[in-house]
């Protein structure tokens, strides 16, 4: 892609101002004033000497057309540096002259943390945010199995539901009329993958004896099944492409497509499950006295799989162990964690599984990756790896009261204890 196009009725425009990038895990935001009848064509490289004659024939060039702002660059090599520049035209014409050069370097998510703060409720209204979810709303043209936005639900054991469009500023979701149930975990998905008009958004919350709400959007909330003292509690739910499966006390197992009915699924055990997660079409149901479930078929049947070393260990975490950028073999690599800083690796879907104990660390309440692999324990202890076996505590402060734990493309949140999430990107 050149720096001109041979436009018969285009023409020129001056470019951007104000070009500015923020630097997350492999990825450049873009900010930028411009006019809405210039078309503006970003061009990147890493090379601090770039131009429109050089760039690109330089490894690792990128460019992308038709640009709005902001404007996510995805796919980047965290620790390079990438220079890029911009430039406008009309109507496809030739590009107009190049905005000033600018420099910025991706680097991991996991370092450094913020205090969010959800939306303030009545005095003395003290909660937990128990679960956090993410629905993939866009992707990266660059690298489609990455996610550019998503729209953020958490929930808490007081029965509140917030949401966001970014994972950092958060607003009150509309509840039911009369709601004051306990809710555990929330999950949702998009069956329209950038397609920003109609998303077809879909999310379940679950809680206390089978309690489930279903929403279109993250936003307003409708009950669908009434807490009831014959069902089970629920304490983790994942999505899949078109539904969902829900796991909690004594062993239950159960899955929807619309949070409304529900089938029952025989797990095999009556040991409460803690976990659930999904990669490469695998779903794994983790709980006490190290319960480890696998389902080949989205859910309908399971079974159960022998962990070394896992005597005593109760199991809360599921991570799938795919790394951005790596190998494809590693879509069968998955990880669980549990007490005493248990944590479990497979690396051919489940067959073999080799564990150990990350010194320090307490029980291991979520395991996520973005470049590389996170884990997260009670004591709000993070720790990092490169390789799912070696792995190091970050020398950052603790994320007090930490209770639960999400991972997504470009970085993570953790929930605490008294309402707050903590969030690193």
């Known amino acids: 892609m050149g720096l001109a196009s041979c436009g018969d009725n285009g023409s020129p425009a001056p470019p951007p101002s104000q070009l500015s990038a923020q630097a997350g895990d492999a990825r450049l935001t873009l900010s930028f004033n411009g006019s809405s009848d210039v078309e503006y064509w970003l061009f990147a490289a890493p090379r601090s000497d770039i131009d429109g004659n050089n760039w690109s024939l330089t490894p690792g060039a990128r460019s992308a057309t038709k640009l709005s702002s902001p404007y996510v660059l995805c796919g980047l090599d965290n620790g390079t540096t990438y220079w890029l520049f911009m430039n406008g035209r009309k109507n496809g014409g030739p590009g107009g002259p190049s905005s000033e050069k600018i420099s910025s370097t991706p680097r991991p998510a996991g370092e450094q943390w913020e205090s969010l703060s959800l939306p303030t409720r009545p005095a003395g209204d003290v909660f937990a945010t128990h679960s956090v979810a993410m629905a993939r709303l866009s992707t990266c043209p660059a690298r489609a199995a990455l996610a550019t936005e998503g729209r953020f639900v958490s929930v808490s054991d007081k029965g509140h539901i917030n949401y966001s469009n970014d994972g950092k500023s958060w607003k009150a ?253």
Do not use: C
């Not at 070393?309 to 190998?327: K, P």
């Open 173 to 425: 979701a509309t509840l039911p009329n009369a709601w004051n149930g306990s809710l555990n975990a929330v999950a949702g998905y998009a069956s329209n993958l950038n397609t920003p008009t109609n998303p077809g958004l879909s999310f379940v919350a679950v809680g206390a004896m089978g309690t489930s709400l279903t929403s279109k959007d993250g936003i307003d909330w409708t009950l669908a099944q009434a807490p009831n003292e014959g069902l089970p509690d629920l304490r983790a739910i994942t999505a899949l492409s078109s539904s969902f499966v829900a796991v909690g006390a004594k062993g239950s197992i159960r899955s929807t497509s619309d949070g409304l009915s529900w089938t029952e699924r025989n797990s095999g055990t009556l040991e409460q499950l803690n976990a659930i997660g999904i990669g490469n079409n695998r779903l794994f149901a983790a709980g006490n006295a190290g319960t480890l479930l696998l389902s080949n078929d989205s859910g309908s049947t399971w079974s159960s799989i022998n962990l070394p070393e896992v005597s005593g260990v109760d199991l809360h975490a599921i991570g799938h162990g795919y790394l951005r950028g790596s190998t494809a073999t590693d879509v069968d690599r998955f990880l669980v964690g549990g007490s005493g800083g248990y944590i479990a690796l497979t690396s051919d879907g489940g067959s073999t599984w080799s564990s150990q104990r990350i010194p320090g660390a307490s029980t291991i309440l979520g395991i996520g990756r973005t470049s590389r692999y996170l884990a997260i324990d009670d004591l709000g202890q993070v720790f990092t790896s490169t390789d799912g076996l070696a792995w190091s505590r970050q020398i950052t402060p603790k994320l007090s009261g930490a209770r639960s734990f999400l991972s997504f493309d470009w970085g993570y949140l953790v929930g605490a204890s008294d309402g707050r999430l903590y969030g690193s990107w």
